[in-house]
Structure formats: structure tokens, C-alpha cells
């Protein structure tokens, strides 16, 4: 089974000889580097291009293509050499940036052609040249690690930062992309060369390129904008921003565009596009699955469960789903806007016939009222039935879809959650993780799975006040709190039951215990990283803990080195659970949360909070930017979160174990049995 891979994170690579392949989405120039354990380059024999395709141990293709294939043997690699880069380069006249083009997507595979690791590269903008991946040596032994960093300045300044003198590395890559362009450009060809080689020969003014003066650009220095560094400035956390900053280094980390705010203005925007998720690809998928009986001529095609694009069932399904949510958006906004535009007609009608002394003299007014009226129900039957036809369709999708989703994407009441060895913990991270379900005024019993990629990108924010909903109006304020936290147990319990038995951690504050039935079930598991924290001393020492790590993990990656970190430091991911915020918290742990609703998301540390917003309205505006870094949900069906497409109020609606299930329980004792099998 291939190991999908994101950014930073590696996997063992088990085999002395190996393929490496690259599917782009344009032909792009496909290059292998080696260097040493900092990841320097030395010496000549630094880079395999069409020019030059052979370096012992290495492979490269010899021309410009969308599709392309390095053989690699790792025992045949000189002694000196830790890391086999692979890199990526647009060719001169081609697409100007990365970030315009479709997502490429790089695989390991075994001598027999099976993949071992895979990896997409997205969340690119203005690079030109990308390190996509890497084999490195460590101990011994060799992992793939998933790099996808990139420089806007070409070939020449991505070999210039691993240690080439200028010159060198101008020339050199000059020579490597010289075979992508023909010679009869001429001139044209050569400018380009330069452009894309990044002639570093001449000197540069660093005020015409942001990405390499961070004075110019303080979002490529954290050090000159206390903005973007919450440790340095923990009154100013870091407003959301749709700038996707190019890394100078390797390693640096690219951060995606901030989602819409969850207060004020229009509703937030639900993103289902997912890191792994191949939007456009040249490289064909594996076949879908097909009908098993024949389409009827004349008749709609029979829906297939899984049958969108994908590498796999459940990328397929995860895909599936986020066209429904699609379709079912768009054909709503097609038929809420026939309606309007039968009302404005049908007013402008009646605007145009009143208006008409003639017409109130001779009586003829009522006439011209009718048919304006007529007119108006004829244009709406004709929406209503095209509406109609697409509900069915949709209907009917849903019914072959809903019961094939896996645990992860599939409703607490879904047969696959009774199914002992379907909810044994996986071998691999999920896709993404089922919330809810969501649903328009139009047709309320047609729900759309409303997915959230895995890892957490953003912290969750379940709303427990009485103020956000109507729902929520009319309900008890003890049930509602109840609620809310039965709803983030639910939400743990998922993730622990997804995820590998040894890939996933969960921490909980509750100062004041007032959670303590709802976690009462992760409690008798066993399966927190430690008790609930109770009390201000719990608070600030769980805290500490997970800032450490997120501290700790930072600075490896930033040095390349995510292996050598204290072996006291639990590399799976972290989910900390915080009930009845700020009860328990002073100003100091204020920070500490929003330090790690900032910066735990990129390191694997996640947040699910459990708060009423008025409860925290001592702190002002000093706390706006942590609620809207949040996904706000609410125990209640609430209509408050939008499409990416058309912005229409989806009404959310938890999903929830069934009234008297054991299902929680049954998760959590498959849960804590791997973790007792696991273990040494």
C-alpha cells in the first residue's frame, strides 16, 4: 500500500534499487542532486540532467516531459553522499510559475513497480525551480522524505543556496536547461535560460525581489514583523492572510491562505480541496468502479460508489463527496436564481400594465395581472422540475455512496462502525474526518458528509453559548454544554479510532471537571496522553508540555534534521482538548493557546476547543484573531457556514452516536487493545 506523504514527513525506504517517478501536470525538467549530511553540494558531479544523466548511483530522464522516471540504486550511491534530490523546473517558455500550473505528483516504487511513498506537491505560487522530494541516508539506513519547497529565481538559486559559487551554479544550470529549449529561439531562448538559471553572476538589488529581502517582505521575517511570530509578540497574534510567501531556504515551510473569518461579514467558506487530493493529473487513475447493470438509453447514468478520480477508494470517495456538495450547491443557486429572475419579471410586468392609465380605465388590468403572474409560475414549474431531476440524481448518489464511505468518512451509525475489522486502527493517516452533515432549505433530507482534511489545518471550535443559533436559543444551557462536549469527544474518539494505534495522542484540559461524564468514556480507555488537566496547575503544566514540542519540532524541521529530536518528545500528532475556556487560564496561558492555535497545526499540534465566546469577552479584541483561526461548529443545527462556490447558508447539523449506542465504547476498546499489542 503507498504511503501518501505530506510536506516534511518521511517514510523507509526498503529497497537498495528503486524508480522514482514524477507525474506533472506540464512537461517540466526533471533533475537529480546529490549532497552531503548538511545538504551542501561539492565537487562537479552534483547534478544529473539531460546533459549529463549519469552520477553514480543516479539515473536521470534525458528530455522534457509531463511524465518521468529516474532509476536510482542507493547501494551504487558514493559513500559521501546522504541525499539524492530530485528537483523540478519549468523550462524557459513555458508556465511562468508553479502556482499556475497543475499539482505534480512524485512517487518511490519497488523493483516490481509497486509504489512505496507518494507525495503531491501543492501550496505552490511563484517558485520556477522545486525540490520535490528527497532519498536521504540516515543511520544506515534510507527514507524518502517529502520536501516541496521551491525558489522563484530559478535552478541557479536553488544549486547557489546548497553551496555552488555563483558563477558555478549559473553555468550549470544554464547547461541543464539548454536541452529544454530549441536552438532556433535564438536570443529569446537565451534571456529565458538566464531568467529561469537565475544569472547570479551580475549583482542583484534585492528591493526588486521580495522573496529575497526579507526587509521588503516581513512575512519571510518573523525577526521584523512581531505579527508573524506569536513567540516574540504574544499580544499580536497573527491576522489570517492570503499571501503564500516563496521559501528562500529549504525546510521553511509555505503557508496556504488563511480561511474567511468565522464573526462578522459573510459566512466562512468550507475548503474540501486536500493536500493529497490530485486535481489535475496527465497520469491516468486506476479504474473506477462501474455499474453492474447496463444504463438505460434515455435515462440518467446509475450512480457508482467511488466512482470519481482518485488513486485509491478512498481518495475516490473523498472526491465523490466534494462534487455532490458541488452539484448540489450550484443546482440550488441555478434554481434560487430562476426564481428570482421570475419575480423581477413578473414585477416589472405588473409595473409596466399599472402604469397603464388605459389598462385601469378599461378594466384590462386584471387580465395583464394574470398573465404576468402566469408567466411567472410557468418559469418556476420549469426550474422547479430541473431541480427536481438533479435532487433525484443526487439522492440517489448519496444512497450508494453513504453506506461504502470508510470509518473515517462515515457516520456514527454506519454499519462500518460495528465492523471489527473495518475500525481496527489503520496502518495509515486518513484523508480527512467526518464533522457533520450539511444540508439547504430546498431539500433538508439530501446531507452532504461534511469532511475536514487530516491533518487539522485549522482548530476546531465548538460552540457551547447560548447566543450563536436559534437552536441553541431555546436549548438548556446545561444540555447545550453537555452537548458540546459530548460532540468533542465523539470528534476525539474518531481520530484516535483512524489513525495508527501509535499516531495519535489526545490531551485534555478541563479546569473546573465540569466535562468529567462526557469524558468519562476516554477516561475508563485509557487512551489520554494523561488525565484531564484540572485546576490552573494542570492548565499551565499541559500547556508548557505541548509548547515544548511544538518549539522543539519547529526548530528540527527548520534544520533538516526531524529524527533528532529528545526522545522524550512524542512525534505523533497531538490533539489538546480544551473545555470551558478560559476557566483556569491567567494571561500567560492565553498566550500559550494562541501559540499553539498558530503554530501547532504545521508541527502536528491541533486544537478543539470547547468555549462560549461571551465567556472570554474580558479580553476584548486581544482574543478575535484565535476565534477566527477556528472552525466554528455548533452542537445544534446551525446555519452559519458557506460553499467556496456560490456562498449559500449550509445548515450544519453534528454528527453524533445514536441515542443508547455503544458504539463509542466498542471504538475505544479496539483503540486501547493496538496500543496494548503495539507496545514493547
Do not use: C
Not at 551504487?76 to 499539482?103: N, T
Not at 559559487?165 to 536570443?187: E, H, R, V
Not at 471550535?461 to 437552536?471: F, L, M, P, Q, V
Not at 495522542?505 to 471537571?513: L, M, T, Y
Amino acid at each position: 500500500m503507498t504511503a501518501e506523504l505530506v510536506r516534511g514527513q518521511n517514510h523507509p525506504v526498503s529497497h537498495s534499487r528503486v524508480e522514482i517517478r514524477v507525474s506533472a501536470g506540464t512537461a517540466v525538467l526533471a533533475l537529480a542532486s546529490l549532497a552531503d549530511e548538511q545538504g551542501r553540494f561539492a565537487g562537479d558531479a552534483v547534478l544529473a540532467h539531460p546533459g549529463a544523466r549519469s552520477l553514480p548511483g543516479v539515473q536521470a530522464p534525458g528530455e522534457l516531459a509531463d511524465r518521468h522516471t529516474f532509476a536510482v540504486d542507493l547501494d551504487a550511491v558514493a559513500a559521501d553522499v546522504h541525499r539524492v534530490g530530485v528537483l523540478l523546473v519549468l523550462p524557459p517558455g513555458g508556465p511562468v510559475r508553479f502556482g499556475s500550473v497543475p499539482a505534480s505528483y512524485v512517487a518511490v516504487a519497488d523493483p516490481a513497480g509497486a509504489e512505496l511513498a507518494g507525495y503531491t506537491l501543492t501550496g505552490l505560487d511563484a517558485e520556477t525551480a522545486v525540490v520535490a522530494m528527497e532519498l536521504y541516508r540516515r543511520q544506515g539506513a534510507w527514507k524518502v522524505r517529502a520536501v516541496g519547497q521551491g525558489y522563484a529565481d530559478g535552478l541557479g538559486a536553488l544549486l547557489t543556496d546548497g553551496g555552488l559559487p555563483a558563477a558555478d551554479a549559473a553555468a550549470l544550470a544554464a547547461a541543464a536547461l539548454s536541452t529544454a529549449a530549441p536552438a532556433a529561439q535564438g536570443d529569446a531562448t537565451l534571456a529565458a535560460l538566464r531568467t529561469l538559471a537565475g544569472d547570479l553572476r551580475a549583482p542583484q538589488n534585492p528591493a526588486q525581489n521580495p522573496a529575497q529581502n526579507p526587509a521588503q517582505n516581513p512575512a519571510q521575517n518573523p525577526a521584523q514583523n512581531p505579527a508573524q511570530n506569536p513567540a516574540q509578540s504574544p499580544a499580536a497574534a497573527p491576522e489570517p492572510s492570503d499571501q503564500i510567501p516563496v521559501s528562500g531556504v529549504p525546510y521553511a515551510g509555505t503557508p496556504g491562505p488563511a480561511p474567511a473569518g468565522e464573526t462578522g461579514g459573510s459566512p466562512p467558506t468550507i475548503d474540501y480541496a486536500h493536500p493529497r487530493r490530485r486535481r489535475t493529473s496527465t497520469e491516468p487513475p486506476e479504474p473506477a468502479p462501474r455499474a453492474a447493470t447496463p444504463q438505460e438509453p434515455g435515462q440518467p447514468p446509475r450512480p457508482v460508489a467511488g466512482d470519481a478520480s482518485g488513486w485509491s477508494m478512498e481518495e475516490r470517495l473523498y472526491n465523490q463527496v466534494w462534487g455532490m456538495f458541488e452539484d448540489l450547491a450550484r443546482t440550488v443557486a441555478a434554481y434560487r436564481s430562476a426564481v428570482e429572475f421570475a419575480d423581477s419579471r413578473m414585477d416589472r410586468e405588473l409595473d409596466e400594465a399599472l402604469s397603464d392609465p388605459r389598462h385601469r380605465l378599461g378594466g384590462s388590468g386584471n387580465a395583464a395581472r394574470d398573465t404576468a403572474r402566469a408567466r411567472r409560475e410557468e418559469l418556476v414549474a420549469q426550474a422547479q422540475a430541473v431541480l427536481d431531476r438533479d435532487l433525484a440524481q443526487l439522492i440517489a448518489e448519496s444512497e450508494v455512496v453513504e453506506p461504502a464511505l470508510p470509518a473515517a468518512y462515515a457516520r456514527w451509525g454506519n454499519p462500518v462502525w460495528h465492523d471489527s475489522r473495518a475500525t481496527a486502527p489503520p496502518e495509515e493517516n486518513p484523508l480527512a474526518l467526518r464533522l457533520g452533515d450539511l444540508y439547504l432549505p430546498e431539500r433538508p433530507d439530501l446531507r452532504i458528509p461534511m469532511l475536514m482534511r487530516v491533518p487539522l489545518e485549522r482548530g476546531i471550535w465548538i460552540d457551547n453559548g447560548r447566543t450563536g443559533s436559534e437552536a441553541a436559543m431555546a436549548m438548556d444551557t446545561d444540555r447545550l454544554r453537555r452537548a458540546a462536549m459530548d460532540m468533542a469527544v465523539a470528534h476525539a474518539v474518531r481520530l484516535l479510532a483512524v489513525h495508527p494505534a501509535d499516531r495519535f495522542s489526545v490531551h485534555v484540559i478541563d479546569a473546573a471537571g465540569a466535562g468529567t461524564a462526557s469524558l468519562a468514556p476516554l477516561v475508563r480507555a485509557g487512551v489520554l496522553a494523561g488525565p484531564p488537566a484540572a485546576g490552573a496547575h494542570g492548565v499551565t503544566e499541559t500547556l508548557a508540555r505541548l509548547t515544548r514540542r511544538v518549539d522543539l519540532v519547529q526548530m528540527a524541521l527548520r534544520a533538516g534534521a526531524p529524527e533528532d529530536l529528545p526522545p522524550d518528545v512524542d512525534t505523533a500528532e497531538q490533539l489538546l482538548v480544551v473545555h470551558d475556556f478560559p476557566h483556569g487560564f491567567d494571561d500567560r496561558a492565553v498566550t500559550q493557546l494562541r501559540y499553539l492555535a498558530d503554530e501547532g497545526p504545521a508541527v502536528g499540534v491541533h486544537l478543539l476547543m470547547v468555549a462560549d465566546r461571551d465567556e472570554a469577552s474580558a479580553y476584548g479584541p486581544l482574543l478575535d484573531p484565535l476565534w477566527r483561526s477556528l472552525m466554528r461548529l455548533s452542537p445544534v443545527p446551525d446555519s452559519h457556514l458557506a460553499d467556496p462556490w456560490v456562498h449559500h447558508a449550509w445548515t450544519f447539523e453534528p454528527d453524533l452516536p445514536p441515542q443508547g449506542s455503544r458504539v463509542l465504547e466498542q471504538a475505544l476498546d479496539r483503540v486501547a487493545e493496538a496500543r496494548r499489542t503495539t507496545r514493547p
